[in-house]
C-alpha cells in the first residue's frame, strides 16, 4: 500500500542555522505533495506545497525539493528561529478526492 | 479566506457512552470535508471525507461514523464509545479547485 514516512523523528538545530526535514514516499501516484507545521495541541498549519511535475518550489524561508527518481522529498528551512519549533508532516495527495496520506512526522527542536 | 471551527476542545467520555463532534466551515461553499485522527506522537490517520451535503466516504472500518447534514457542517459520532477512541480529532476542509486542506484546532478526546 502506500505510505509516506519520515527519515527522523527528531531534528535540534541552533538557532540562525538552516534546517532539512527529509520525506521519502512509496507511492509513485500522488500529484502533488504538502507541509504542514503542527505546534503542540493545535491543527497542523500549512507551509508549503509542490506538484509532482516540479523539483523545487521556494516561499517565505522555505524550499521544498521533490527528487522523483529516488521518491524523496525535503523541506529546508532557512535560518531557523524558535519560533519554528514544532512537528513537521509531509503528506502525499491525489487530486481527484484531495486525500492525504500523512507521515509520521518530524520534531524539529530549535536551540538558542 | 477558509476558517473551520470545531467543538469541544477537549472531552472526557466513559466507555459506551455516545459521541457527537461537530465541525462547521466559514468562508467557502461547497468545500471537501476531512475528518483524521491522531494518536499521541504520531501522523494523522484519515477517517471520514466528504465532497458534499449526505456523501460520506469511509478510510477505515471502526467503531465511528459521519454525517454532513449541510453544506458546511460536518459531524462525527459514535454510539458507544470505546478506549481505543482516543485521540486528537481533526476537522479539515479544502476548496474543491484547490489541494491545500486548512484544519480546525481539534477535540482532543479521552475515554476512561
Known amino acids: 500500500g502506500e505510505s509516506v514516512g519520515l527519515h527522523l523523528p527528531t531534528l535540534s538545530v541552533q538557532e540562525g542555522d538552516n534546517s532539512i526535514i527529509n520525506c521519502a514516499y512509496s507511492?509513485?501516484?500522488?500529484?502533488?505533495f504538502i507541509w504542514y507545521k503542527q505546534e503542540s495541541g493545535k491543527g497542523p498549519q500549512f507551509i508549503i506545497d509542490?506538484?509532482?511535475?516540479?523539483d523545487k518550489r521556494q516561499g517565505q524561508r522555505v524550499t521544498v525539493l521533490l527528487n522523483k527518481t529516488v521518491k524523496h522529498l525535503s523541506l529546508q528551512i532557512a535560518a531557523t528561529q524558535p519560533g519554528d519549533s514544532a512537528v513537521y508532516f509531509c503528506?502525499?495527495?491525489?487530486?481527484?478526492?484531495?486525500?492525504?496520506?500523512f507521515g509520521q512526522g518530524t520534531t524539529l527542536q530549535v536551540k538558542p | 479566506s477558509q476558517t473551520i471551527h470545531q467543538w469541544p476542545a477537549t472531552l472526557v467520555q466513559p466507555v459506551g457512552s455516545p459521541l457527537s463532534l461537530e465541525c462547521t466551515v466559514e468562508?467557502?461553499?461547497?468545500?471537501?470535508l476531512y475528518w483524521y485522527r491522531q494518536a499521541a506522537g504520531r501522523g494523522l490517520q484519515l477517517l471520514f471525507y466528504?465532497?458534499?451535503?449526505?456523501?460520506i466516504s469511509s478510510e477505515v472500518p471502526q467503531n465511528l461514523s459521519a454525517s454532513r447534514p449541510q453544506d458546511r457542517q460536518f459531524i462525527l459520532s459514535s454510539k458507544k464509545l470505546l478506549l481505543s477512541d482516543s485521540g486528537f480529532y481533526l476537522c479539515?476542509?479544502?476548496?474543491?479547485?484547490?489541494?491545500?486542506?486548512?484544519f480546525g484546532p481539534g477535540t482532543r478526546l479521552t475515554v476512561l
Open positions: 479539515a476542509g479544502a476548496y474543491t479547485s484547490d489541494t491545500k486542506q486548512f
Open positions: 468562508g467557502t461553499s461547497n468545500p471537501n
Open positions: 503528506a502525499g495527495g491525489t487530486y481527484n478526492t484531495g486525500k492525504l496520506i
Open positions: 507511492n509513485s501516484a500522488s500529484d502533488y
Open positions: 509542490i506538484r509532482s511535475n516540479m
Open positions: 466528504s465532497v458534499g451535503i449526505g456523501q
